[in-house]
């Protein structure tokens, strides 16, 4: 059996401007550096995933980028208000020759995925920029709740 990996990124913190719309927030200068720490985080771990499925929205397509540049990233407009089953079906459409998967979204959505997936071993929260690593040996499209093991969440940093 091979083990797949799921990284669930919660968007860095963004900006509440008067008269601009949600999708359209930009993040913070705190934000933005929050991100480039979650890719160096990442890279330390050694984490590069094969695709990035990402909220269209301005703060979630900040945050990729910076953390990621280089990646191949997919913006789904389905994950912009999507919760964690909506969010699950996605992730079930996934080819199966991808072994390391990321998706950045929004609460609660991707704090409910994480929870759901892994049982809710643990609950930590899920501020902006946080992530967790979750594993599992279920090919992407039999992925179920309760699955997932979490190897990296927002309570370790």
Not at 65 to 77: H, K, M
Not at 93 to 98: G, N, T
């Amino acid at each position: 059996m091979t083990t797949r990996t799921l990284i669930v990124l919660r968007h860095a913190k963004a900006a509440h401007v008067h008269g601009l719309a949600d999708r359209e927030r930009p993040l913070t200068g705190r934000g933005e550096r929050d991100a480039r720490r979650v890719g160096e985080t990442l890279t330390g771990m050694d984490l590069h995933p094969d695709l990035v499925l990402c909220s269209p929205s301005e703060r979630t397509r900040q945050t990729a980028r910076l953390v990621l540049p280089d990646a191949d990233i997919t913006f789904d407009p389905a994950i912009y208000e999507a919760y964690s089953d909506e969010l699950l079906t996605l992730i079930r459409r996934s080819d199966p020759e991808i072994r390391t998967l990321m998706l950045v979204g929004h609460n609660p959505g991707v704090h409910e995925l994480v929870l759901d997936l892994t049982a809710g071993d643990g609950d930590p929260g899920f501020p902006p920029g946080a992530f967790a690593v979750i594993e599992t040996e279920d090919e992407w499209a039999e992925l179920e709740a309760g699955r997932g093991v979490a190897r990296w969440s927002p309570k370790e940093h």
